[in-house]
């Protein structure tokens, strides 16, 4: 379960962004919507332990993540959020796999390729595993951010604009792997866009105004 | 995976840049790897040499050409002292022991020493086979000349006139190898040792050939005639090396020679030493060239890694949000800068020894050949200058990846 409890952002001094209370049930699915400079990826990165918020608190799995030091969560980022971003950064100088175990073992986790496998297998990317970033077309490269984000099994997936680069096919492909990635790893779904062809497939919403 | 793994696979992909930070470190470490060894070299050189020989005596002239013809057998004598006078200091008070040189000759380039006993005592030569030299034209080699000129005890041989040229050779005298020496590391490797009398021999009867041919000329069978009277004082030496008795020779010995005789002392000590400080002036200009180059590379490094940085944070940005530390980011960095900076060196102090190796298989002269195959406790501190250098060009973008705001880096794209 994860919860945000008066949390407030200061972008100025004279200009607080406040957000409303959210509880995301574990396992749930949800979409964040809101126009452009509305403070999504504010939140995001507030919701990922990336930016320490003025005021309030965020507990993932029980642990409120901005008491934890800088280390420590980085470390808890890195066994319990899986991000992915609109864009795949990948690091170009690593091949595929390697991309995912660096991932691994950023977290502190032993390198368990079979775990590899399985991921770029379940995401039909696994052909793709010797190759380098630099060449993989978009849509491909976005599942391997995928398979990274979900590599080890992350109790809350954060997708961030994960389809308003793709066309209409391959952002199709890119949420059914989402949403199954999410249900097969039992992670907590957040997808954050303004893109209207990701809309109907949730029924969960948190709206920014 | 590693941060030194990350680290080298992120050199890798820019192959180029690195391979150019590389050279430069390894450009500069070279030269300081053959100044290293060779003025190491060098001066172990003139030590070893003239370690128990406190003053050289010999004819008026240059003391330095004195001293590396007679101590290091590099340049020409100054000329020849009358052996009366050798033999009359020789005795003197001062004087612990005395050794005759009497220099004139070569063997393909291998000079041939007229020299008594007294030689023996002073480098302390000890035989590897046969005997040392007895009779006239008898000859006992270095562990070098032996090796070069593949000669055994019982081969004979031609010395020729001069120190270098094989054109004058004298063919009426060959000389018999009776022993040939152990390797003693120093000058005598590369002598051939015989007795002063065939020296004395062979350029008697080269000056008679010529005095003969210039008396008939003249009908003048007197002069001829009077040379075979004419004994030991008539004999002329190219110089002496002196040990002496006490300390207390210093002050009084060289100034009564110099004052008192037409002849030169020269200290080794004080030669060696002027000399050095010639060499050194070059030595000096080269360090500073080389320090210069490992300067230029630090800040080619540091550019290298600032630039990358730029592109990359987003990269380090990823890293974190997949829960790499600050501090792993740092080292990511660090030891890039390291891994350039390090294999530079030990590129570098390969390249070093390579090229003085090189050198010395192209030097004429034996005597001072250099080698590459030595390795010294000193090139411990070039491994260290590469470290620091790693280190102190890449603190600044280490320090930066290490402050990075991951939240404003992931919200410009």
Redesign the interface.
């Known amino acids: 379960m994860i919860s945000l409890k008066s949390v407030t952002h200061r972008y100025h001094p004279q200009q607080d962004i406040r957000f409303e209370d959210w509880q995301i049930d574990a396992g749930s699915q949800w979409l964040l919507l809101g126009a452009s400079g509305s403070g999504k990826s504010t939140l995001l990165h507030i919701l990922t332990g990336i930016l320490k918020p003025e005021q309030g608190h965020v507990t993932i799995k029980g642990t409120s993540i901005y008491d934890l030091s800088a280390k420590a969560l980085d470390q808890f980022r890195g066994r319990n959020i899986g991000i992915i971003f609109q864009r795949p950064h990948l690091i170009k100088s690593l091949s595929i796999s390697e991309n995912l175990v660096i991932a691994q073992s950023f977290a502190n986790l032993p390198t368990d390729l079979k775990r590899v496998d399985e991921v770029l297998g379940a995401l039909g990317i696994a052909d793709k595993k010797n190759a380098y970033p630099d060449q993989l077309s978009q849509g491909q490269l976005q599942r391997v951010s995928i398979a990274r984000a979900v590599i080890n099994k992350p109790a809350l997936l954060i997708a961030d604009e994960p389809t308003s680069s793709l066309d209409d096919n391959n952002a199709r492909i890119v949420l059914e792997l989402l949403m199954q990635q999410s249900g097969a790893n039992q992670a907590t779904l957040v997808v954050a866009t303004h893109d209207k062809r990701v809309k109907d497939a949730f029924k969960h919403t948190y709206e920014l105004s | ?2 941060p030194i793994k ?1 680290s080298w ?2 050199l ?2 820019k192959p180029l840049s690195s391979a150019l930070n590389m050279m430069l470190i390894a450009f500069g470490t070279g030269i300081l790897t053959i100044l290293l060894l060779a003025s190491h070299q060098i001066s172990q050189k003139l030590d070893n040499n003239s370690k128990d020989i406190d003053l050289v005596v010999g004819a008026k002239g240059s003391p330095l050409q004195l001293i590396l013809s007679s101590i290091y057998y590099i340049d020409f004598p100054t000329g020849n002292i009358p052996l009366k006078s050798a033999k009359e200091l020789s005795r003197s008070p001062f004087v612990k022991r005395a050794v005759p040189l009497a220099l004139g000759d070569n063997y393909n380039g291998t000079r041939i020493v007229g020299t008594d006993s007294n030689f023996v005592a002073l480098y302390q030569l000890k035989l590897n086979d046969g005997k040392f030299w007895n009779n006239d034209f008898e000859a006992t080699i270095g562990a070098g000349v032996a090796k070069e000129h593949q000669l055994k005890v019982g081969d004979t041989f031609f010395g020729a006139h001069g120190l270098s040229s094989t054109s004058d050779v004298h063919k009426n005298h060959p000389y018999t190898v009776s022993g040939i020496l152990e390797s003693q590391g120093n000058v005598t490797d590369n002598l051939i040792l015989t007795n002063i009398a065939s020296v004395w021999k062979m350029h008697d009867d080269h000056e008679d050939d010529h005095k003969n041919e210039a008396a008939s000329k003249h009908g003048d069978h007197q002069h001829a005639a009077a040379k075979q009277v004419e004994n030991e004082d008539d004999k002329e030496l190219t110089s002496l090396l002196i040990q002496y008795r006490s300390p207390m020779s210093v002050a009084i010995f060289p100034r009564m020679v110099n004052e008192t005789t037409n002849m030169q002392a020269a200290s080794p000590a004080q030669e060696s030493t002027s000399l050095f400080s010639l060499i050194g002036v070059g030595v000096e200009t080269l360090q500073w060239f080389a320090v210069l180059i490992m300067l230029i590379a630090a800040i080619s490094v540091f550019v290298n890694l600032y630039n990358s940085l730029k592109e990359r944070q ?2 380090l940005a ?11 980011l740092f080292l990511i960095v660090i030891i890039e800068g390291i891994i350039l900076t390090l294999a530079g060196t030990i590129i570098g102090v390969a390249l070093g020894h390579f090229a003085l190796q090189f050198i010395g298989n192209y030097q004429e002269s034996n005597q001072a050949r250099l080698t590459g195959i030595i390795f010294l406790k000193e090139e411990i501190y070039l491994f260290v200058a590469g470290l620091a250098i790693g280190i102190f060009a890449a603190i600044i973008p280490a320090i930066q990846a290490y402050k990075s705001n ?2 404003k880096i ?2 410009k ?1």
């Open positions: 995976m590693s990350i696979k992120s890798w992909s987003y990269d990823i890293m974190r949000t997949l829960g790499a530390s600050r501090g792993k991951i939240s992931l919200s794209n």
